[in-house]
Every structure is written in structure tokens, then in C-alpha cells.
């Protein structure tokens, strides 16, 4: 069964430092999403992209995020200058053809730990 | 500002009966709903969902019941077993016709399988 994958698992950053986090979509979707969990929170919407192009994004989606789709299968999440706050498990998902559109199928998760 | 509100923390259910978990939700615009049963440290893996023309989607041992005049929804896992066990997140969008909408998710309600 295709499923969406993440990279890497865990990631360790300096506060102030860039990160990229990666994922791979179901390969014939065309709308690809970014949420993040807090610990103890509940899991938020970031950022939706379609068309090579940013769809939707939440007021949590400031200057210091971008996403990109770089090549035919990944899709990131680059965070310019992490903050301690953007600490946080980082879900990429993805819906389109060959299933409901609107339902999202979410990868296992990078977990960003900011020091 | 809780647009998917999950009041149960946690359920505690014998196996072999019927476990019904419960969401509301406050804005009416909301018109796809998502269940997602997630596991610690991985992402949400999605169980079933129903759009508000219907009142009812059943998929085996999962039932999802909606009441639009109450801004209701339920899931229901008949019989429950112990591999039920998981974080159940309740999720909503609202589905303006451009494609991309991000969910907005509850806080979650922790179901114990009770050997």
C-alpha cells in the first residue's frame, strides 16, 4: 500500500540554525501538506501546496517557513532560524486521484528538537 | 478558539464491546469529517470519514454517525479489541472548492482496550 514517508526521523538543531525536512508524497498526489503536534498539544495545520504553489497557510506559517517541492517527489519544510518553540513532531500528508481528495494521508512524523 | 472540540481525554472500554468516541464542532462551514487513530511516535493513520450529505458511513467495525443540526459527530468501533488501543483524532474541513484545505484537528481522546 503507497504511503507517505519522512526524513529524517528525529532531528537535533542549535537555535538559530536551518533545518529541512523532507518528505515523499503518494506518488500520484497532487496536494501535499505540512502539520506539526506540540507536545501535549493538538496537531495544527501549517501550510497546504498545490500546483507548485501555496495553497492555504496558517497564521503559524510566518516568514520563517517555506516549502518546496524540488523535484518530482519530494516536497520540504524548510525553518530559517529555528526557535525553541518550533519544537515539535512535523507531519507531512498528502490527498488526490485515486483516493477521496479531500481525505489526507499523513507520513510517521519528524520530530525537531531546537536546543 | 476550539472549532473541534474532543471532551473525552480518555475511554476505557472491555474488549469485545462497543466503544464510541465523540466530537463536536462549531463552525458551520465545516462539511468533510476525518477520524485518525494515531500510535506514539507515529503519524495519523486515517480510519474513516463522511461528508455532511450523509448522516452515516460504516466501514466494518467502524461506524461514523453525524448530526448537522448538532454539530455532532461519533465514531463507533464495534467489537472493540485490544489493537484499538491509540489516540483517536477527530478532524474537520471546511471545503471552499480550491483544493488543499487544512484540517482542523481535536485534541484527541486516548482509547484503553480493557483485556
Known amino acids: 500500500e503507497p504511503e507517505v514517508t519522512q526524513t529524517p526521523s528525529h532531528q537535533v538543531t542549535q537555535m538559530g540554525q536551518e533545518v529541512i525536512l523532507r518528505c515523499v508524497p503518494i506518488s500520484n498526489h497532487l496536494y501535499f501538506y505540512w502539520y506539526r503536534q506540540i507536545l501535549g498539544q493538538k496537531v495544527e495545520f501549517l501550510v497546504s501546496?498545490?500546483?507548485?504553489?501555496?495553497?492555504?497557510k496558517s497564521e503559524i506559517f510566518d516568514d520563517q517557513f517555506s516549502v518546496e517541492r524540488p523535484d518530482g517527489s519530494n516536497f520540504t519544510l524548510k525553518i530559517r532560524s529555528t526557535k525553541l518553540e518550533d519544537s515539535a513532531m512535523y507531519f507531512c500528508?498528502?490527498?488526490?486521484?485515486?483516493?477521496?481528495?479531500?481525505?489526507?494521508?499523513f507520513g510517521p512524523g519528524t520530530r525537531l528538537t531546537v536546543l | 478558539d476550539q472549532q473541534v472540540k474532543q471532551n473525552s481525554p480518555s475511554l476505557s472500554v472491555q474488549e469485545g464491546r462497543i466503544s464510541i468516541l465523540n466530537c463536536d464542532y462549531t463552525?458551520?462551514?465545516?462539511?468533510?469529517f476525518l477520524w485518525y487513530k494515531k500510535y506514539p511516535a507515529e503519524g495519523p493513520t486515517f480510519l474513516i470519514s463522511i461528508s455532511s450529505i450523509k448522516d452515516k458511513n460504516e466501514d466494518g467495525r467502524f461506524t461514523v454517525f453525524l448530526n448537522k443540526s448538532a454539530k455532532h459527530l461519533s465514531l463507533h468501533i464495534v467489537p472493540s479489541q485490544p489493537g484499538d488501543s491509540a489516540v483517536y483524532f477527530c478532524a474537520a474541513s471546511a471545503v471552499t472548492g480550491g483544493g488543499a484545505d487544512g484540517l482542523t484537528f481535536g485534541k484527541g481522546t486516548h482509547l484503553i482496550i480493557q483485556p
Open positions: 463552525n458551520s462551514m465545516f462539511d468533510y
Open positions: 501546496f498545490y500546483n507548485n504553489e501555496i495553497s492555504e
Open positions: 500528508a498528502s490527498s488526490g486521484p485515486g483516493t477521496n481528495t479531500d481525505t489526507q494521508y
